[in-house]
């Protein structure tokens, strides 16, 4: 069961690979892949970036961050559910309610950027993901206390979504007046997996051995992989249940479990003095294939058992009748950006970035402020700060040109988020962004 179950938790506490594009970048002038915040952007040079060399990014934000998940003790690291680890420790890193987060994750496979006529050009091919997720309070509690502790659990509100896919882009940006670039990014999607979790009500009470389950809600995923076992219900034996002890994640029979197409829309307006810029991300849409999909029954179910394991207990509360395949039309989160530049002097300028993403289980937004500095011409420092729905951020980038390489490191979150508290703290996950390419 727990190749089942461990899966799907991690789409809710893990959301391993997160990433996105990286915000402080938005103002430089010669990143090669700035492109992908707004495709009126490009650099001067053509460029190659190689299979994973050229960009690879990471990033989390949310209510908490996953490194409240392991704890260093007597210079061991264990894991939450350790009896060395208090439930006060553990607990106290969540708010009641909801806690929200999101993830991205992106890697570049291969990109190549040129001028043909008035237009620059660019081709990639990526890997992308996306994890977004609702986690109630009491799930840590549960997850923490519940085989041990009697007492009531309210899951309501659990939902986690996690997609994966091969994306190809197109991009080309011109002058369409002296001071006004266009650009736009064509895009191909292929789906390797779709997978969620929507639990619109679920309760479990525990006394002694005795555990009474009340759930509502939709489990689904599209990976051809999945070997699905079914059990009769305990209530209609003419009812398939999924069970998860006997349910197995094996190879994919194939690639492809959707399929889709996007697009990006992007401007900058340039006055030497000025600049002012505007983006539309991931318009757009994928076709999935779910060839595993179950739903709850809505109905409350008595046991008694005793159990050693939180994942055994959560598996066996949450019962899901069986269902046929089917097809659904997911929306990629969109993204809109507006940006804003001032140059100052020669080798100092200022800017600003406001960041909103729709999500449909956690949309957040982001004002940035930013300073790019060049000590010399191959040089570029930018240092942001910024404040949003997940929290105060500090960002920090650098991007250096010798000879026909490029190196470039950064990131948006060098303080760590706190939440909607506004007060920065160290206990968030930094992202990242960093690669190398060859330009001329």
Partial sequence: MKKV??????????????????????????FV???????????DHGFVGLPFLGVTSGAF????????????IDGKHVSFADDAVSSEKFLGNFKKGLNKFNS??????????FRSGGLYNIVDFNIRNYNSGKLPYDLAR???DGPSTDGTYDLSGLKGHSSTFFEIGITSSWKATRKLTVGVRFKGVIGFN????????????????????NSSGVIASAYDGFKIASVPSYYDPSVALIDFHKTQIGEPKGIMNGYGVGADLGVL????????????????????????????????KSYSEVYSSRVDMLGDAMNFIMEDEFQTLGLLPVTVRLGAKYLYLSDISFGGLATFRYDDICPFWDVRGSVNYKPIKQIELIGSLGAGSLGVSAGAFVNAKLAFLNIFAGTDNLLGTSGSTFIPSTKGAPNFVAGLNVIW
């Fill in 5 to 30: 179950i461990l899966p799907l938790l991690g789409i809710l506490v893990a959301a391993s690979l997160g990433a996105q594009t990286l915000q402080t970048s938005y103002l430089s002038d010669d």
């Fill in 142 to 144: 549960f997850l923490k």
């Fill in 33 to 43: 892949y700035s492109y992908r915040l707004n495709p009126a952007f490009h650099s």
């Fill in 269 to 300: 307006y340039d006055d030497s003095s000025w600049q002012l810029s505007a983006s539309l991300s991931d318009i757009g849409c994928v076709f999935w294939f779910h060839n595993f999909y179950g739903h709850s029954p809505s109905q409350a």
């Fill in 61 to 72: 934000k949310g209510d908490f961050s996953l490194n409240n998940f392991f704890y260093k």
């Fill in 104 to 113: 991205e994750n992106y890697v570049n496979l291969l990109a190549v950027g």
């Fill in 194 to 213: 779709n997978s969620y979790i929507d639990m619109d009500r679920m309760t479990i009470a525990h006394s002694g051995e005795n555990w009474t389950v």
